[in-house]
T-cell receptor
């Protein structure tokens, strides 16, 4: 069965620092990849997605992610974080012809002023 | 345009009781999936409904059942509640595309279930 690993459980950054959150998945076939964000008290929102094509995808709020097939990775990046980026970030994968999302355990990002 | 709406937002139940959670999908969506999110964990897939039938199921016991109505709304039922069922239950909706793949999922705010 497919799985998703997020190795950073809790990340603390100062405002304006650069961010990279790791995500690795285990599945050898076709994948669709997603990053979702959960701000405090709010619902899960889609940050960005990869279905096919350019492996560098850009999402909302200045986030981007790069799909590296050979490394089974889909890391999330942002050049300069803001205090408002404080949230929990989830990487998720859809594999094959299924449409269910398999999530990682999440990374809690805390941005300090 | 309403997004995914879930009710109730919070619920407290006693062990052994039964609970029903409700979900209305985003306008234009025909597929509803349910997830359980325990504290400090990522959401875990329970099952998915399309055309009023359960299409996929995760690793959850038969105590977890569901239904989808002709208007695409859905219910999640949990029987014989256990303390371990305490979690945030999320509903996600999407639209089926050609080739049985779905568009990206939109999530509701969830129902916080506490079993005491």
């Amino acid at each position: 069965a497919q799985s998703v690993s997020q190795h950073n459980h809790h990340v603390i950054l100062s405002e304006a620092a650069s961010l990279e959150l790791g995500c690795n998945y285990s599945y050898g076939g076709t994948v669709n990849l997603f990053w979702y964000v959960q701000y405090p008290g709010q619902h899960l929102q889609l940050l960005l997605k990869y279905f096919s094509g350019d492996p560098l995808v850009k999402g909302i709020k200045g986030f981007e992610a790069e799909f590296i097939k050979s490394k089974f990775s889909f890391n999330l990046r942002k050049p300069s974080v803001q205090w408002s980026d404080t949230a929990e970030y989830f990487c998720a994968v859809v594999t094959g012809t299924a449409s269910k999302l398999t999530f990682g355990t999440g990374t809690r990002l805390q941005v300090t002023l | 345009d309403a997004g995914v709406t879930q009710s109730p937002t919070h619920l407290i139940k006693t062990r052994g009781q039964q609970v029903t959670l409700r979900c209305s999908p985003k306008s234009g969506h025909d597929t509803v999936s349910w997830y359980q999110q325990a504290l400090g964990q990522g959401p875990q897939f329970i099952f998915q409904y399309y055309e009023e039938e359960e299409r996929q199921r995760g690793n959850f016991p038969d105590r977890f059942s569901g239904h989808q109505f002709p208007n695409y709304s859905s219910e999640l039922n949990v029987n014989a509640l256990l303390l371990g069922d305490s979690a945030l239950y999320l509903c996600a909706s999407s639209r089926r595309r050609v080739g049985n793949r779905n568009t990206e999922a939109f999530f509701g705010q969830g129902t916080r279930l506490t079993v005491v």
